[in-house]
């Protein structure tokens, strides 16, 4: 019959077979001299065997205790490090991170970092997927690590970092009315039908938001604007986007930009997670090298 003993037991016998003294053991696991003896008691009579004898002036293991004392030491080790964290090497780092975002995310933020995640972290491997509305639930739950987001949101619930500030710009074909130089005025804008991006399962535009639904006259809409400027070229339409989004498309050559009115204000980038990966090194790396890929934004803003 294999006999059940506690891990304190456990550790008792490992420290008494490693020391063969019973004022020892109390002194290292900070515990009294008669527990220590009540526990050796224990020990003998679950194991069937004394374990330590009295020889000359000391103690003495048995042979039972000469074959339990280095497997004992094994496992003290062993359990110790279970509750170390593991020294973090983004090179050695085998992990899919989720990350919510929307397509003006993914080109201003994810796109510059990932040359370099690529070269140094070649293990990590990003799963971009749709931003919801319930940013907090998701990250509470688990199912996204990360979002990028200039949506509302509560920080007393979420730990984030700002990003950048943006500002629009009104974007048109060549040739619209729009098109050309300074900033555009409200009612100008107001004037013409619109383009919308709507962002997150909300469907939420921030245009509308601002503006309200009975000034604006929205032709059609977009969930992301990978599809944008083939709608605005083909067509009278005008859309409010932020000017890094512009920036950063391969095909804004093709488009007219000009300031957006100045009652759409600025956009406020956001990186979001939750207490439960507040701590985890392999997080925190990803999230400081995608604050690294604003940072020329950063300086810009700063100037």
């Not at 007219?256 to 925190?284: N, Q």
């Amino acid at each position: 019959m294999i006999p059940t003993l506690s891990p304190n037991l456990l550790l008792v016998l490992a420290m008494l077979l490693k020391t063969k003294s019973v004022s020892s053991t109390a002194l290292m696991l900070g515990i009294s001299q008669p527990s220590v003896s009540r526990s050796l008691g224990k020990l003998r009579d679950a194991l069937n065997d004394p374990l330590l004898v009295r020889s000359g002036g000391g103690m003495i293991r048995t042979r039972r205790g000469d074959d339990l004392v280095g497997r004992l030491a094994d496992w003290v080790a062993d359990t110790s490090s279970l509750l170390v964290e593991p020294t973090f090497d983004p090179a050695e780092v085998e992990r899919r991170f989720r990350i919510a975002s929307t397509d003006f995310g993914v080109l201003s933020v994810i796109i510059p970092a990932l040359p370099l995640l690529r070269r140094i972290a070649p293990g990590i491997a990003i799963d971009v997927l749709p931003l919801g509305h319930a940013t907090h639930r998701a990250l509470a739950q688990g199912d996204i690590d990360i979002a990028i987001s200039g949506l509302e949101h509560d920080p007393a619930q979420l730990h984030r970092l700002h990003l950048f500030r943006d500002h629009f710009v009104c974007v048109t074909r060549p040739g619209h009315p729009l098109a050309g130089a300074g900033e555009v005025s409200t009612e100008a804008f107001l004037d013409h039908e619109h383009l919308g991006l709507t962002v997150s399962d909300a469907e939420l535009d921030r245009v509308t938001t601002l503006l309200g639904t009975g000034s604006r006259r929205v032709a059609a809409s977009v969930p992301y604007f990978g599809l944008a400027p083939d709608l605005l070229l083909a067509g009278d339409l005008v859309m409010a986007v932020p000017s890094r989004l512009i920036e950063a498309s391969a095909r804004a050559d093709e488009l007219a930009t000009r300031p957006a009115p100045a009652a759409l204000g600025y956009l406020d980038y956001w990186l979001l997670w939750h207490e439960r990966s507040h701590r985890d090194p392999a997080a925190d790396w990803l999230r400081d090298r995608l604050l690294e890929s604003c940072a020329p934004a950063l300086a810009i803003a700063a100037e």
